[in-house]
């Protein structure tokens, strides 16, 4: 079966595009649930998702880490599905379940067969309603959270560059703080931190269902009105304020870390996805260090050999995030000519701009992307989620593709300008330690 | 995220549901010069993703000079007799695709992904690079000296620094334990000859196969891939018979010093099974119960029961000729020992009692849902094609994988928990601070501490 059509047109300039179109439907409960529905009979399987609004962004020090560690918490039983009985029957059922925490979003799926999808209902309803929040299952996942800290992080020499960019970028808005968060916060969430943090949150009001794959849409409403719509609504959460200064100089700071090669992290404050810029940022990204013809691996990794991986990005956030670009340095060479290499470029590309195929040659990496996300039901629930969360409504993914035909190289010139210069520019660089000279104690 | 499962990609070749996979029609020739080739329109999306599999990979690689397969994949996109890679890079990069020629241990494999509408760019470029490459000089001074900047960045991660020393370890000196990506002495007297010599051997028409899924019509696909590879000149397939890896008989403890670890990674495990072994699908069912899903006894036991790590499991990587077995997991270096008691405890368990009806059945279903979903993509289908033909599995395996992991009874289990999951002659490898660890990994049997700087030559 044809899931959704992509029909495929030569634009006369400045580049060849899709119209895109995917079979949505939605409905919204009296207690504000939004439900989004994609039937796709291609596989016998069924994607259930549930995306919150809500992230590391919302948090406040002391208790950075809730909301990645109230994820875990969500899989540990509610008022009539014991502890472990969740991922039991999914698993029964052919399925599996999964979710990830970001700075803007919680998202949580589940993929299963088709026979499955009323239980799975049952289930999600009863969490929502009535998740069992108690000392054993906080104490439960906050040390399996602290273990996945450690491994993602404190014995993760990139990853540790990154939380540094971040924590010494922002001094005034939480992407400041990592979204596994701080050790030592960690261990100070509080029980009742978890329950005031659900009832926030997890309010119906504040989510967003997605059904994609194999199921029936007309049959799913009155089954979702009959679950889900005498969950209470909730005050809506307080806005995040973005209160972040103007930075007005470069900030540099040393990591010293057991490790073999030397490396450097760059961030930029970029644009948040309501501007017209971050796309233009987005396309900047790709002709840096998208495939091997791209200017920064070109230059450093190709052409003078001095680094051996270099890349770069522009987050996708709702406030402001980072322009970021890493490089890992070849043995023997040193940062200083990479960082050196990296804003000549930056400055090419402000006072001359891009070529034409520099700027086609980005849109088509774009459009392959795009095109990727629809490959798998979870692909599209995934898309579907993040739009609605962090760019305000899944409808803008399908006009995505415009946002980035719009951009011309005089934006391209412009924002490189604005935003990648020495004065928005924070820098990590990796010294390498010997294992065993550094220790670092995270406990 | 929620959680991080170390499952080799062969077990994910897991099984289905009830309901009937779907298979769209596939149609299969053997152009004269002996290129098998297996086109499969599916448009679900509008993409065309070309894959090529040569017999022959890294476990093929001369003693001594592990890498040159690597070596020589990775320079097959770095310039052909008629573009240079950049000129490569730019037309692959300019209409959004992809293309990676890599080596595994058994095969090399070339991949493609381009939007249907860049199709006749995606395949000139595609097959110029498996047809005609040129291996410059200058290309392989750079890319010698990007594998072994890679071999320093390996040793920052401690998670494949224990999987590098335990498959280094679990096969002895067999061949399936040759590092891909080449060793510093081998990628250091490499030369262009050895590259153009394994090539020449490889990628050879009558030892390769072809698959296309996508958005395309079979005869006008057909004609094309008859003008790309029909003057491709046949050589010969390669022989890939190798003797079984032996068994490592006791307890054996490798200990990888990294000084600055506040976390231990550990592997356990032996050699396991070849992938034509007749218990192969019951060892599949055996090990999902064990450290299969998240449900699995030892996600269980060492995650949700008791926080001693993010993750946990356990996975039957399979070969030609054999195979092993290992479980996967990671604590701070304060519960090392907890955790092994637990692992040891389970694998001791699960061969004295084995699994109940309701585990059998749950990882049935859960391995036949994983298998459903994983056709949705055009890559994983061309996989799975080219593992048909490259393993020599039945025709039909697409379709009746479910009903074989379905067939798996419990008594088939038991024997597989008893036959394969070896307790008493175990390899376990540690990466953590060996001053810390050292107490510790003694009582579980000989230690050999290795410096870091040696754990990946």
Redesign the interface.
Known sequence: MQMFMLAVFLVLAPTILFAQSIDTKEFMLKNGLKVVMVEDHTVPSVCFAIAFHVGSRNERQGITGISHLFEHMMFNGSKNYKPTVFDQILEAGGGYSNAYTSNDITFYYEEFNPDLLDKVLDMEADRMRSLKIDTSNLEQERGIVKEERRVSTDNNVRSKMFEDLYAASFVAHPYHNPVVGWMGDLNNITLQDARDYFKRFYAPNNATVIVVGDFDSKSLRPKMEKLFSSIPKQASPRQVNNAEPEQEGERRLMLHKAAELPAVAIGFKGAPVSSPDFYALQVVSAILSRGQSSRLYNKLVYEDEICTEIGAGMDEYIDPGLFSIFAQMQPGKKVADAEEDIYEILNEIAEKGVTDEELHKALNTVQTDYVGEFKTNVGIAGRLGYYEVVHGDYKTSFKVLDQYTKVTIDDIKRVVRQYLNDRKRTVIILVPEKSGESSSSTN | ????FVISLILLAAA????Q?HVPPTTRQTLDNGLTVILMEY?????VYFRLVARGGSAQDPAGVEGVAGLTTALMREGTTTRS??EI??T???????LSVDAGLEYCAANS?V???DVDTGLDLFSDVILRPSFPDEEIE?QR??S???L??V?????SIASITFSKNVYGGHPYGHQSFGTRSSLEMLTKRDLLEFYRKVFVPDNSILVVVGDFKVAEMHNKIRTAFGSWAAAGKVDLTLPPPAMLRGRKVVLV???????TQIRVGNTGVDIKHPDYIAITVANTIFGG???SRLN?EL??K?????GAGSGFAANLAGGSYSIST???NETIKETMDVILEELKKFREKGATR?ER???Q??M???F??S????EALASRMTDIELYGFPKDYLETYIKKIKAVSLSDVQRAARTYFLLDDLLMVFVA?AQHIMPVAEPYGPVSVVD?KDAVQ
Do not use: C
């Open positions: 995220m929620r959680r991080t289905a549901f009830g309901q996979i448009r679900k999306v509008p993409i890679s950049t890079s730019n692959i990069d300019f209409i959004g695709g992809s992904e939007l249907a509408k750079r000296k990007q072994l900047a890679g320093d960045a040793k920052e991660n401690p998670r010093d990294k000084a600055d670890a506040t976390q899903g998240f449900t269980d995650r949700v008791r926080s001693l790590t993010y990671f604590t701070k309701e059945e749950k990882a279903n859960y036949a849902g994983n459903a979903r056709l949705q993509t055009p601070p870091l």
